[in-house]
């Protein structure tokens, strides 16, 4: 059987402050973000936006710099039993409108 040697990857670790115009522009940038807000369940209306206006800051730095933003996030729990009121409820569009 043939052997290989273990391969060893060393990468320096960089946030997004570390990275200038020169690193950004032009490039996309995928940012996975804690945007799982609470919501008032009558008028579907975000009832506390703390993690939204956490993620800002980030999102302006990178935009800022001339990055192309790819956002990603997720709402709740669905449990699939019904996937058109599902779609309602855990929809990231109100989370969409508070940042823009």
Not at 67 to 78: V, W, Y
């Amino acid at each position: 059987a043939l052997r290989r040697a273990p391969v060893s990857v060393k990468a320096a670790k960089m946030s997004v402050g570390d990275m200038g115009k020169a690193d950004l522009e032009g490039k996309v940038v995928l940012v996975r973000s804690d945007l799982n807000v609470p919501m008032d369940k009558a008028s579907g209306a975000i009832t506390d936006d703390t993690r939204i206006r956490a993620a800002c800051p980030t999102l302006k730095y990178l935009s800022d710099n001339g990055a192309k933003i790819l956002l990603t996030s997720h709402l709740g729990r669905p449990k699939g039993e019904n996937k058109e009121e599902d779609k309602k409820k855990f929809s990231l569009a109100p989370v969409a409108v508070r940042l823009q």
